[in-house]
């Protein structure tokens, strides 16, 4: 019976709309990690004017959330091998919920920032431990489309900001205007957050801890019990062993866990993480989603048609995603990344030529004339498009599943810093090299790094499609 239900769980019969539901609770926190992400678009000028920052205040400003992102991810991590996975997502919405009343009532640049870097920590905290609840209480053959649900929350946060603030600061006329209770449009902007944060921390009360971490803490009656219930009944007692023979349960598992007892280095698949890791921002997408209203004001559009831009954007990222998850489990990951990066690479050059070849106003705009304008957003559209089909997902997917369940908590702990890490200095350096270099560079050298992300992959990615977790383990 036990050998049964086992095998049945990796391969088909399993209660579905159970775990599918698990995972959109879980996911929500990508859908704040998209939200938290994305509406800072629309409050930028406003936060310049509010707190008078120069152009590095204003940045520190914006990346200020990724410092905390960083650290919320490393310690997430390790805090989750410690505490379990559900206490640490607990944990994450209240400092959502906390953050995003805080921005709002900041009156000052450090007060915002202190709160912008609380945000951030359960963004990061979010980022790394999504994937791997996901990943552990789902079955492999759908274990791709469900861990991609993380980035499809994501986008959906991201579109959710885009719109509430092209909504709020339409109906007050700009997001340095009053909107409601005497509370200014980029206030409400940030207060927005509060309802899916509250739902999140309800929803989290109601799902079970992951099984693979019950069984780490020697909790294996409740591990089977878990398993079971993913399963619709049935003995777990041969897959609570099967996933006990990859866990040294002499020890807890940990950062010293990285480093392998048989080489003294670093595990390999930790360094093929970390490249992912670094290689999702190194193309700047987040860029787009941090500065969009910045970036095409900057090309010649209005605030309106700015913000607007960022919802048709939203809306390709969102539908592009679905692409994703339609393949994942069919063509696998490393073929979506394998294109992802080279369509990244040409939409990226595109936009740098269209950049770089324009005039500049007497104000100091770019003046994309002619068609030259609608072939950017289209390039820059297409460029989201590759992404959100490949390296957006699917990074979170392999990170989720890829490493073994000794080191999966420890592993993400270092792969979510170094991601993190990597997004504050594309996002903090943005404003340098546009007043610097200006954006046809600028996009030049991400368009750089999605050819070294073809090689990276092409190189050193394995596939992980249809593997179970205890495939991917080892002693």
């Known amino acids: 019976m036990g050998n049964l239900h086992q095998n049945n769980l990796d391969t088909g019969s399993y209660n579905t709309p159970r775990i599918v539901l698990l995972s959109l609770i879980a996911a929500l926190g990508g859908f704040l990690f998209g939200f938290d992400s994305g509406v800072i678009n629309g409050t930028v000028e406003a936060l310049q004017q509010t707190f008078n920052s120069d152009a590095v205040g204003t940045g520190f400003n914006v990346a200020s959330m990724l410092l905390g992102c960083a650290a919320g991810a490393f310690f997430a991590g390790t805090l989750s091998d410690k505490f379990g996975r559900k206490p640490v997502l607990i944990a994450t919405a209240a400092a959502f919920i906390l953050s995003a ?67 709020i600061a339409g109906t007050a006329g700009t997001a340095m205007a009053e909107f409601w209770l005497g509370a200014q449009a980029w206030q409400w902007m940030f207060w927005m957050e509060i309802v899916p944060a509250s739902l999140f921390f309800i929803g989290l009360m109601f799902i079970p801890e992951s099984p693979r971490f019950l069984v780490a803490a020697g909790k294996e009656s409740e591990a089977a019990d878990v398993l079971s219930s993913l399963a619709g009944g049935g003995d777990f007692s041969d897959k609570v062993a099967e996933i006990k023979a990859t866990l040294n349960l002499k020890s807890k598992p ?125 390039s820059a559209n ?40 990597s997004n504050f200095l594309i996002t903090i350096t943005f404003p340098i090299l546009l007043a610097g270099i200006g954006l046809g560079m600028s996009y030049g050298i991400y368009a750089f790094f999605g050819i070294v992300a073809f090689f990276f992959v092409y190189m050193f990615v394995n596939e992980t499609k249809g593997k179970t977790l205890e495939e991917m383990s080892v002693k």
Not at 345 to 356: D, I, K, N, P, S
């Open 101 to 167: 009343w805080g921005s709002g009532v900041s009156s000052s640049s450090f007060e915002f920032v202190l709160y912008r870097i609380l945000g951030g920590s359960a963004v990061g905290a979010a980022s790394v431990i999504t994937p791997a609840y996901i990943s552990e209480i789902a079955p492999a053959n759908i274990r791709g489309r469900l861990a991609s649900l993380q980035q499809l929350m994501i986008v959906l946060g991201l579109f959710a900001a885009f719109l509430s603030n092209y909504l």
């Open 382 to 421: 297409m460029y989201i498009a590759f992404f959100a089909f490949s390296w957006g997902p699917i990074m979170w997917v392999m990170l989720g599943e890829m490493f073994p369940n000794q080191i999966r908590g420890a592993a993400l702990a270092v792969c979510g810093l170094m991601q993190w890490g």
């Open 254 to 378: 940990g950062l010293k866990d990285l480093i392998s007892n048989v080489t003294g280095k670093i595990h390999p698949i930790l360094l093929v993480g970390m490249g992912l890791a670094v290689l999702q921002q190194f193309t700047g997408i987040n860029v787009v989603f941090y500065y969009g209203a910045t970036l095409w004001q900057a090309a010649g559009f209005t605030e309106g048609d700015a913000l607007l831009v960022n919802v048709i954007s939203g809306v390709v990222n969102v539908g592009f995603t679905f692409v994703a998850i339609a393949l994942v489990d069919k063509v696998g990951r490393k073929p979506l990344l394998l294109v992802g990066s080279v369509g990244q690479a040409v939409m990226l050059g595109f936009l740098a030529f269209f950049f770089a070849s324009a005039p500049v106003s007497e104000s100091g705009n770019l003046m994309l004339e002619g068609n030259t304008g609608i072939y950017a957003l289209i």
